[in-house]
């Protein structure tokens, strides 16, 4: 219930500002998604922090890089995970965590769950989430509470979300969707309802839980979409109070769109477009039929955003005119956590309108105006791409391949093999044979299974 959200979030926070957390204090938070993770991230927002998600699932090369560039005052874990991650030597010798909180140790129940002060300005850090990296490490978005708010309210506003919204939470938390998936239906007395990836990676029991439990927002990346189309007969009577399917993560065909406006002609479909730097969803395209169209437009700018499309000399391109999307205002995120040369490089004041919050990120995505004022997106300019929603600097990879013994050189690729299932494929250069199955094994000690090419 909300009284119970709202009292043991409050005794969190008060223990952690017992720890010192207060405002730009980061607190890992390294849990499955649960409602303990909703209860631990209010408490560190209560306490005035900011919080940095971590995966369970990370190898440990991974999970120690980010708390070694995030360097958080308090972990927030449970004993289990950190028994199972090299038997508790691996974070305990990490000198840059000073408290570690176990939830199943519950130490805040001796304090108060009364109402706690806020001490935070709209200006303050709300979340750390890191995201691939082209020199070989991931790097930290540094994302406001200004930001973070005016996400959830456009959102509440464009999807009509009120008290009696049920969102389904199915994304990582390590994915910045995620963060409006746990808490927008909170802002306006509705429910939440998490989806733990064991039943998100069954098609046919999600689909079923989605219906039972009368979700009516649900959002997912458009090859789960593909899935999900080919597992709707679990689904006879239609998916019966579900109101919008958002659509995020990379481009999604119109043929997907097309078939699921043929079998679920009731329920919207909203097409989100939108980096981490930027709070998330920068535009929006939302259908209630398939658009005559070959290609499905990313939309038009959210509150309080300004997009801009630009030519290679900084000027706004024309209707029609092919160039890089910029975005401002007050969704731009602070930069990168601890990296200076990045962030001045993609992030600048607006060169284009003189407003109070001015702030401008360079997305590296090609798109242009239609004579309607809608925004279609072109591709990327550099190495980057999202397979299954999650963003991968393939620099990264060819990074860590180069680490292994044997290998001169490195490069991935991204192939199609369908219209919604991509995947990669990564080529190499060796003075000798080398063992696919034992540079497999090396990745996964450095990276996240996603970011482990399919083919070499």
């Known amino acids: 219930t909300y009284l119970e959200l709202y009292e043991k979030s409050n005794k969190l926070a008060r223990y952690l500002r017992d720890l010192g957390v207060t405002r730009d204090v980061l607190v890992g938070v390294l849990l499955e998604r649960s409602i303990t993770m909703v209860v631990s991230i209010l408490a560190v927002w209560k306490a005035g922090g900011a919080y940095v998600p971590i995966h369970t699932k990370y190898p440990e090369e991974r999970i120690n890089t980010i708390l070694r560039d995030a360097r958080p005052l308090v972990l927030i874990t449970k004993r289990e995970i950190i028994d199972w991650k090299n038997e508790g030597k691996y974070f305990l010798n990490e000198s840059t965590i000073r408290h570690f909180i176990f939830c199943e140790d519950?130490?805040?129940?001796?304090?108060?769950?009364?109402?706690?002060?806020?001490?935070?300005?709209?200006?303050?850090?709300?979340?750390?989430?890191?995201?691939?990296?082209?020199?070989?490490?991931?790097?930290?978005?540094?994302?406001?509470?200004?930001?973070?708010?005016?996400?959830?309210?456009?959102?509440?506003?464009?999807?009509?979300?009120?008290?009696?919204?049920?969102?389904?939470?199915?994304?990582?938390h390590?994915?910045?969707?995620s963060v409006w998936q746990f808490f927008n239906a909170l802002i306006v007395g509705g429910q939440t309802n998490i989806y733990a990836d064991k039943i998100a990676l069954r098609?046919?029991?999600?689909?079923?839980?989605i219906v039972s439990e009368g979700v009516n927002v649900l959002q997912v990346v458009p090859s789960y979409l593909s899935?999900?189309?080919?597992?709707?007969?679990?689904?006879?009577?239609?998916?019966?109070?579900?109101?919008?399917?958002?659509?995020?993560?990379?481009?999604?065909?119109?043929?997907?769109?097309?078939?699921?406006?043929?079998?679920?002609?009731?329920v919207k479909v909203v097409n989100a477009?939108?980096?981490?730097?930027?709070?998330?969803?920068?535009?929006?395209?939302?259908m209630d039929k398939a658009p005559d169209v070959n290609q499905i437009p990313i939309g038009?700018?959210?509150?309080?955003?300004?997009?801009?499309?630009?030519?290679?000399?900084?000027?706004?391109?024309?209707?029609?005119?092919?160039?890089?999307?910029?975005?401002?205002?007050?969704?731009?995120?602070?930069?990168?956590?601890?990296?200076?040369?990045?962030?001045?490089?993609?992030?600048?004041?607006?060169?284009?309108?003189?407003?109070?919050?001015?702030?401008?990120y360079k997305t590296g995505d090609y798109g242009y105006w239609t004579e309607e004022?809608?925004?279609?997106?072109?591709?990327?300019?550099?190495?980057?791409?999202?397979?299954?929603?999650?963003?991968?600097?393939?620099?990264?990879?060819?990074?860590?391949?180069?680490?292994?013994?044997?290998?001169?050189g490195a490069a991935v690729s991204v192939r199609e093999e369908s219209l919604s299932e991509t995947y990669m494929c990564a080529y190499f250069t060796s003075e000798n044979e080398i063992d696919i199955n034992s540079l497999r094994?090396?990745?996964?000690?450095?990276?996240?299974?996603y970011m482990i090419p399919r083919h070499f």
Request: hydrophobic share 40%.
């Open 174 to 177: 390590c994915f910045d969707i």
């Open 441 to 449: 094994e090396f990745l996964s000690r450095r990276l996240p299974d």
């Open 373 to 408: 004022g809608i925004l279609e997106y072109s591709g990327r300019i550099d190495n980057m791409f999202k397979i299954r929603g999650f963003r991968i600097e393939l620099e990264e990879i060819e990074s860590a391949m180069l680490m292994f013994k044997g290998i001169k």
């Open 300 to 360: 038009k700018p959210i509150q309080n955003l300004n997009v801009y499309i630009v030519d290679e000399n900084m000027k706004l391109c024309e209707i029609g005119e092919k160039g890089e999307i910029y975005v401002s205002g007050i969704g731009v995120g602070r930069g990168y956590l601890n990296d200076p040369v990045k962030t001045e490089a993609s992030f600048m004041k607006d060169l284009f309108k003189n407003i109070e919050f001015n702030r401008m």
């Open 203 to 209: 098609p046919k029991k999600f689909l079923g839980d």
């Open 106 to 172: 519950d130490i805040s129940y001796k304090y108060s769950g009364k109402k706690i002060d806020y001490i935070n300005n709209m200006s303050d850090l709300c979340y750390v989430i890191y995201t691939s990296g082209s020199e070989g490490m991931p790097k930290g978005v540094m994302i406001e509470h200004l930001g973070m708010t005016n996400h959830m309210l456009a959102m509440a506003s464009e999807l009509n979300l009120d008290h009696e919204s049920i969102v389904a939470q199915n994304a990582s």
């Open 227 to 266: 899935v999900i189309l080919d597992n709707c007969n679990v689904i006879p009577d239609g998916i019966k109070n579900l109101k919008y399917l958002v659509v995020t993560g990379e481009k999604v065909p119109f043929q997907l769109v097309e078939k699921w406006f043929q079998r679920f002609p009731e």
């Open 273 to 286: 477009y939108g980096p981490a730097e930027v709070s998330d969803d920068v535009t929006l395209y939302i």
